[in-house]
């Protein structure tokens, strides 16, 4: 692999303590959710951390595909990740991600191909793959 980019998160305290990364711009509580056992509060959780950041790098291979492609995506499109966090049969934790794409004004079926070809470009995407599953949505 040819590095391009490579960056840092420190947390000290876990789901209870604060994360922060190497630059700064990320300095945050982190606080464990009511449904998973904790007080709630202010912070934030692993799980929106990681649903902020692969909603950003999709949406990004989605409008590069679209580029490439030399589809009209219009600015007010959007990716919502949903992360859930849960547990195996056998009482291992893992997550399962919802990726929901809005295109306003793309017929369906163009959206959804677009989806499934960022799908396989995301770098989030392509390091998950075959470890969580990850289902496509096209929203109107």
């Known amino acids: 692999m040819q590095k391009l980019y490579t960056t840092?998160?420190?947390s000290v305290g876990?789901?209870?303590?604060?994360?922060?990364?190497?630059?700064?711009?990320?300095d945050?509580?982190?606080?464990?959710?009511?449904e998973l056992g904790g007080p709630g509060g202010a912070g934030t959780n692993p799980e929106q951390l990681f649903a902020a950041g692969y909603a950003a790098c999709f949406e990004s291979a989605l409008?590069?595909?679209a580029r490439m492609q030399k589809k009209a995506i219009t600015p007010e499109a959007s990716i919502t990740a949903k992360v859930t966090l849960?547990?195996?049969d056998a009482g291992a934790y893992e997550i399962a991600v919802e990726l929901h794409g809005r295109l306003p004004?793309?017929?369906?079926?163009?959206?959804?191909?677009?989806?499934?070809?960022?799908?396989?470009?995301c770098p989030y995407s392509r390091?998950?793959?075959?470890?969580?599953e990850v289902t496509l949505f096209v929203e109107d």
Do not use: C, F
Request: glycine share 14%; aromatic share 0%; proline share 4%.
């Open 127 to 132: 390091a998950t793959r075959g470890n969580i």
């Open 8 to 10: 840092g998160a420190t």
């Open 86 to 88: 849960g547990k195996t």
């Open 14 to 26: 876990g789901r209870d303590g604060r994360v922060r990364s190497e630059d700064g711009k990320i």
């Open 105 to 121: 004004g793309m017929p369906r079926e163009e959206a959804k191909a677009l989806l499934d070809a960022a799908h396989q470009v």
């Open 28 to 34: 945050m509580q982190v606080s464990t959710p009511k």
């Open 63 to 65: 409008r590069l595909v």
